[in-house]
Nanobody
Framework: QVQLVESGGGLVQAEGSLRLSCAASGHTFNRSMVGWFREAPGKEREFVPANSWVGRSTYYADAVKGRVTISRDNAKNTVYLQMNSLQPEDTAVYYC????????????????????WGQGTQVTVSL
């Protein structure tokens, strides 16, 4: 498994930006699919984006497409989530998750298909 630690959350005003980081330990990180999920109070966990080490493919949820960018630096064992034009509905705890090896495209947005999870970082967007 990969150990993950998120950081970078906080309070931001609407239309603001944040960059979340997901630092990983473990030599298998550069062979992992890494995804970001979020969970708002009273709502189900929701897929945000994911990034594959194979061909550096990226996948985005429709709700955030155009406003977020996922990137990774394998040398630093870190995946980033840049979020722009944040809205109050983006308020949630954001988690990064990883799965070693390949994933079927249909599984990328399913949280239970990932093996490792971080503890989460809170993002709060105010009006």
């Amino acid at each position: 498994q990969v150990q993950l630690v998120e950081s970078g959350g906080g309070l931001v005003q609407a239309e603001g930006s944040l960059r979340l980081s997901c630092a990983a330990s473990g030599h298998t990180f550069n062979r992992s699919m890494v995804g970001w999920f979020r969970e708002a109070p009273g709502k189900e966990r929701e897929f945000v984006p994911a990034n594959s080490w194979v061909g550096r493919s990226t996948y985005y949820a429709d709700a955030v497409k155009g406003r977020v960018t996922i990137s990774r630096d394998n040398a630093k064992n870190t995946v980033y989530l840049q979020m722009n034009s944040l809205q109050p509905e983006d308020t949630a705890v954001y988690y990064c998750a990883a799965r070693i090896g390949l994933m079927r495209i249909n599984d990328i947005q399913i949280g239970s298909c990932y093996d490792s999870w971080g503890q989460g970082t809170q993002v709060t967007v105010s009006l």
